[in-house]
Structures are given as structure tokens and as C-alpha cells.
């Protein structure tokens, strides 16, 4: 099996026409005049990313360091994207819902900066309305693991000063996964394996959101070691679908299932996830999140309990697109104690790229952008989804757009398929795997099989990874600047966004669910996602729409489903991890 | 040349077990067979042989033995010695 690719003179695949290489800039397609600058994903050279993320790969198996000396980013010299480092000028919501002013657990992250900011809310009014919801439903909803008592959320939402040096998160309540390092606060991932474990330190990111000042509402439940749906290690299921409070069937989905559940169930603003194989995009869409997965190596892993060395990414779980873009810019960029973030592109102005941009009054893409789209998009779909499909492209045209069918390219199942995470996994917990196998509960497979990957086909899947990266970097994104796709780029690296797109109905249950789709770009697109999202977000609603709340406690036989439930012994969480 | 014939189950149990042991690990902490349990050793078994199964299918994945990985001119390696500073 080969990939053909065009050559250049140095023997390295030579830029398609219509994609940037080396310093070029895509022609043929303008930007708005009004808009000069050009999304980062421009700016950066692709193939510097291939040999990134060999790197990254060669150093899994070496036990080395990538560091920032070592492959910096040519862009590092000029910059790029729309802007350099974070400004929040744009991130205050110029209008608050007043629905939300009224019952403030429903701001976004934006508007509640915005109401701050304005003297119409204090970060302790927000806090008191968590609060009261906390108490009434998070029994049911059981989205956290650990929490700070009343009195010190509402002692740290009154220290909170609003003036002109406050980021937008200041006084924001977020959730915080528990694979996350929190200093002195217990992190277990949900396992056995971490009982007990309290960090001596924060998790970058985490300090990076307390630094911002965000306060942490608590660590929110998830799969047990990032994989599936929040459960105890007998497999009763803990945390419910927000959209589904009543009936613990279906799935909040994982593994940053509790983030996403307290994130649409209105007990957190925004929270944090991440992914390995579809744990932040995956709840997003279950729970009708806008959830944003960066290109690796834009967020440090410090302090996170890890899964893979290669596959691993921390990002936001949020309620529209501008939410995500202010989390993630307010922790991402270089870390010197994750040496995979170092030499990267300076994170650009990922706000401004969220704003929504107007062309003649009307909500529009901000960049010209060719969204793709697979052939199975539409032909594979059902009649439930096919309909929302066929909204969502309308929808991008109407911003904008140009809507395009991709043909797979040949081999993109097999190479795609080789990309697993067997053998990283037995590689990081090896040691715990000796100690007890029984502490790893109904993953243990998943785990132990590591050691039977020899080292000719880790080789391969190494190889498997590198070839599909390059054939999705040179035969879909020559044709198109995003694509909707799902879970396959993961394995390299390449960034995704969740974002709801329709109501359906759960099979099991009979229950009204959010539908979302996923979003993809090449490397360092998260300004691109992010301006795509926003504008349909900008001519559409599905967004804005909150789940029901939960029937009382007190009430609970008025429940549909409401017994200890079990995970089914069939639970596939092969794209929740 | 005709094909090794296919290991039997208990000839895979038997090397799946030589390699737990070699490295260390101890499956007897799980009941042997208990489907209301969260994992069993049967299961375990079970997911190893189907795992080694399929890992001897990657073997009909040949990458071109000409790829490598995508190199910037000037190269890595003029940057590691300093020759060349982007």
C-alpha cells in the first residue's frame, strides 16, 4: 500500500495548489475585504506539522523529549493567525438574553463577563444561583466527584474584583475534569487506581483558569481513566444526561461526561474535558455542548493523568463557540514543563475569531471557507439525521460557505483504522497493572492488551498514523478548509469542534435528545472552527436550547428510570476515551 | 509453502498466561468466571486471543518502505547542530 504524493525538488510532498506550503498563501479565493488578516491554519506550514508529529511519535518510543529548540514552527518568526496572544476585547457579550439575566445560571461565559463588567451582576449573585441549583438536582444529576463547601465557593466569588485588568473569566464557574491535577484536592480519574491520589500540584491548565480567575465548582465525574461513561468500578452508572435527568439510560456519554453534564444541566458556565479518541466532542454533542478539541501540542498535558503520550488533548466543554474560544485562550500556549507544546505558533486571537463578523448586516464566515463533506455525510444518514444534515450545509451556505462533497481518499479506512492506542496505555499504567489488574474494573482488557503489540507492528501503527496524516493533509485539505468528520483525527493531532445541530429522539428511552456533529481543520484551524461555528451560531438556535430540569428528589417515584443502573456488559467506548 | 496451521485457543491461553507471568501480572485477584462481575478472567482470555488475533492481521499492512517522515529544508539536523538558526 503507498500514498502517492506530488514531489517537490527537496523530495518533501510539494503544497497542492490551492493549500499553503511553506510561507504561501491560498489564492483564489479572497478573504472579505474588510478582513485583511488570514486564519492561522494559513500561515503555518503543513509539512513542518508532519514532521512535528513524527517527532512526537519517534519520541513516544524513544522516551524523549520534543522540545522547543528542536522543531520550532517556521510561522514562530512571523506569527500568524488573526492576531498575536490573547485579547478579550471582544469576549463581553454586547447583549445579554434577559432570560438569562433572570435566571443567571443560564449565561454564557461571555454574557456573564459582560453582565460583571456592567454592574448588573456580581460573580456572587452567579454563585448563589449554581448554588441553589446544586442543591435541588445534583443529586440526581451526580456530575461532580468533589466539591468545596458553600461557604468557600461563596467566600472565593465575593474576592473576586471585577476591573480593567479581570480576564472574562474572572468570577466564571467552571467544572474541572478529575483527570486534572488539582493541588491538594483529590484527583482520581474516576478509577480505584488513583484512589487516594491528592496532587502536590495544579494541572497547567488548571492554574492557568484559577490565574485567569476562574473559580473550580469541582472535579467533575467521568469514564474511570477517560474511557466511557462516569460509572463505579462495579459498573453501575453514576452521572445522567442532562437532557435526560429522569432516565439514567441514556448516556451522558464520556469520558468528560460529568463536565458536560454540569455544563448543560446549568451547574458550571463552561468546564474542562479531554480527549483521546472522542471524549470532548463526543458529550458535546451529546449534551448539545459546543466542545473544542485543539491541534496537539496547543495545551499543555502537565499535570493530567495521561492515556497516550501522542493522542492526548485538554480542551473546553462550553455553550457556544465564543465560551469555548475564551476557555482555550485563556490556557493554551507553551509550557515548559510539556516540552510537546513548545516551539508551536503563538496561540492567535482565537476570541476575535469567534466574534461574529457581519458582511452587509448579515451574519457572516469570517474567512472565505470551503466546508467539506464526506459522500456518506448525506447518503449514510438516516431519516432522523438526514434533515439536520441537510439544515447544517444550507445553514453554512447561507453564512457564507462554500459546501463541497470530498471523496474519501483510497485507503482512508485502513489507515485511519491502524491508528489505535493499544500498548500506549499498558505503557503508562504498567505499573498499577501489577500491582491489582482488578482496579481497572471492566477496562481491563483494554489495558492489559498493550502487551501484545510487538514492536514491528507499534512500528507500523506509527507508520499507519504518518501516512494518514499526510493523506489527509494533501488530498482533503487541498480541497476544502474544513471538513466534518469525527473521531479519526484524533490519532493526528488535528483539531475538531462539537457543536449541536438538531433535536432527535433516543431509541431506548423515547426521550428528546440533542444531535451534534463534529468539525475538522488542519493543523492549528482552531480559528477557523471557531468562526464557522460562530457564524451558523449566529443564524441558528440549537444552541440556546436548555434541557428540562430533573423531577425532585422528592418526587423521585415520578421518575422514569431511577433503579441502579448497569452499563451494559456490550458498552463499546471505543470513541469515548 | 503451506501456512502454519492456526493456534487453538488453549495454545493462545497458554502463551497469553507465559506472558502475564513473565511480566508480573496477576489475574487470579478476578473470579474466573462471573458475568455479573465488572471483568472476569474468561473475559480476559477471551479479549487476548481476539487482540493477538488481530494483531497478526496488521501484518498485511505493508507501508511503502521508500515513505519517511516529512523533512524541512534545511533540515532537523543543521538546526540541532546550530548550523542553521530559523
Redesign the interface.
Known amino acids: 500500500?503507498?500514498?502517492d504524493l506530488p514531489q517537490d525538488s527537496?523530495?518533501?510532498?510539494a503544497p497542492p495548489a490551492s493549500a499553503p506550503g511553506?510561507g504561501s498563501v491560498r489564492a483564489g479565493r479572497p478573504a472579505p475585504s474588510s478582513e485583511s488578516s488570514q486564519p492561522q491554519d494559513l500561515a503555518v506550514?503543513r509539512?513542518?506539522f508532519?514532521?512535528r508529529m513524527?517527532?512526537v511519535w519517534a519520541a513516544a518510543g524513544a522516551g524523549v523529549a520534543v522540545g522547543g529548540?528542536?522543531?520550532?514552527s517556521?510561522a514562530?518568526?512571523t506569527g500568524g493567525g488573526s492576531g498575536g496572544g490573547p485579547s478579550w476585547a471582544g469576549a463581553y457579550a454586547r447583549t445579554i438574553r434577559r432570560a438569562a439575566l433572570e435566571d443567571p445560571t443560564e449565561l454564557t461565559v461571555s454574557e456573564a463577563a459582560a453582565a460583571f463588567r456592567r454592574g448588573k451582576l456580581r460573580p456572587v449573585d452567579l454563585m448563589e444561583a449554581y448554588l441553589d441549583r446544586l442543591g435541588r438536582y445534583e443529586e440526581i444529576y451526580k456530575a461532580f466527584l468533589w466539591r468545596p463547601t458553600n461557604a468557600q465557593l461563596l467566600a472565593a466569588a465575593r474576592r473576586v474584583r471585577i476591573d480593567s485588568r479581570s480576564t472574562p473569566l474572572a468570577g466564571i464557574v467552571t467544572a474541572e475534569k478529575d483527570n486534572y491535577y488539582t493541588k491538594g484536592i483529590p484527583t482520581t480519574a474516576m478509577s480505584p487506581v488513583y484512589a487516594g491520589f491528592v496532587p502536590e500540584y495544579d494541572s497547567t491548565v488548571h492554574a492557568r483558569m484559577k490565574a485567569a480567575g476562574a473559580i473550580m465548582m469541582g472535579k467533575a465525574a467521568m469514564g474511570p481513566l477517560a474511557s466511557g461513561r462516569a460509572r463505579l468500578?462495579?459498573?453501575t452508572a453514576t452521572t445522567v444526561n442532562a437532557w435526560t435527568p429522569d432516565d439514567i439510560r441514556y448516556s451522558p456519554s464520556g469520558s468528560s461526561g460529568g463536565t458536560a453534564t454540569a455544563v448543560a444541566g446549568r451547574l458550571s458556565t463552561s468546564g474542562t474535558g479531554t480527549q483521546t479518541g472522542g471524549s470532548i466532542t463526543s458529550p458535546s454533542q451529546a449534551q448539545n455542548l459546543t466542545g473544542l478539541k485543539p491541534t496537539f501540542g496547543r495545551a499543555s498535558l502537565y499535570g493530567i493523568v495521561p492515556l497516550t503520550f501522542t493522542r492526548d488533548h485538554p480542551g473546553p466543554l462550553a455553550r457556544d463557540a465564543m465560551d469555548a474560544a475564551i476557555m482555550l485562550q485563556s490556557f493554551a500556549g507553551p509550557d515548559r514543563n510539556d516540552p510537546r507544546t513548545l516551539g508551536m505558533p503563538p496561540v492567535p486571537n482565537l476570541v476575535k475569531a469567534a466574534s461574529v463578523y457581519t458582511h452587509g448586516g448579515k451574519p457572516k464566515v469570517r474567512w472565505a471557507t470551503t466546508v467539506g463533506y464526506p459522500p456518506d455525510f448525506l447518503t449514510g444518514a438516516n431519516a432522523e439525521i438526514l434533515p439536520m444534515r441537510q439544515s447544517l450545509l444550507d445553514a453554512l451556505a447561507k453564512v457564507g460557505c462554500r459546501v463541497k462533497e470530498i471523496p474519501y481518499p483510497a485507503d482512508w479506512d485502513?489507515l485511519s483504522g491502524?491508528s489505535s492506542t493499544?500498548g500506549e496505555a499498558t505503557n503508562m499504567f504498567?505499573p498499577f497493572?501489577?500491582k491489582?489488574?482488578?482496579l481497572?474494573?471492566?477496562r481491563?482488557?483494554g489495558f492489559?492488551?498493550g502487551?501484545?503489540?510487538?514492536s514491528d507492528?507499534y512500528m507500523?501503527?506509527l507508520?499507519?498514523r504518518?501516512?494518514f496524516l499526510?493523506l489527509v493533509l494533501d488530498q482533503i485539505f487541498d480541497k476544502c478548509d474544513v471538513f466534518l468528520t469525527g473521531t479519526v483525527f484524533d490519532g493526528i493531532g488535528l483539531p475538531l469542534i462539537a457543536f449541536p445541530y438538531g433535536m432527535g429522539v433516543d431509541t431506548t428511552t423515547g426521550l428528546p435528545v440533542p444531535r451534534g456533529t463534529t468539525l475538522g481543520a488542519p493543523p492549528f484551524g482552531e480559528e477557523r472552527l471557531l468562526a464557522v461555528v460562530a457564524a451558523y451560531q449566529a443564524v441558528t438556535d440549537h444552541h440556546l436550547r436548555r434541557p428540562p430540569d430533573p423531577t425532585p428528589p422528592a418526587a423521585a417515584g415520578a421518575r422514569a428510570f431511577s433503579a441502579p443502573y448497569k452499563v451494559p456488559?456490550d458498552y463499546d467506548a471505543t470513541d469515548e476515551t | 509453502m503451506a501456512a502454519p496451521t492456526p493456534p487453538t485457543d488453549a495454545e493462545l491461553d497458554t502463551y497469553i498466561k507465559i506472558r502475564y507471568a513473565l511480566i508480573g501480572i496477576d489475574l487470579s485477584t478476578l473470579p474466573e468466571e462471573d458475568p455479573a462481575a465488572p471483568m472476569d478472567q474468561a473475559r480476559v482470555m477471551a479479549n487476548a486471543r481476539s487482540t493477538v488475533r488481530q494483531e497478526v492481521q496488521y501484518s498485511d499492512y505493508v507501508p511503502d518502505q521508500q515513505a519517511h517522515a516529512a523533512v524541512l529544508y534545511p533540515a532537523p539536523f543543521a538546526v540541532w547542530t546550530g548550523e542553521y538558526k530559523p
Do not use: E, I
Open positions: 500500500m503507498t500514498v527537496a523530495g518533501s510532498p511553506a506550514d509539512r513542518w508532519l514532521s513524527a517527532a529548540t528542536v522543531l520550532a517556521p514562530m518568526a468500578p462495579d459498573g485502513l491502524l493499544a504498567l497493572l501489577r491489582d489488574v482488578s481497572f474494573s471492566d481491563l482488557p492489559l492488551n502487551m501484545f503489540r510487538s507492528n507500523k501503527m507508520q499507519a504518518y501516512q499526510r456488559s
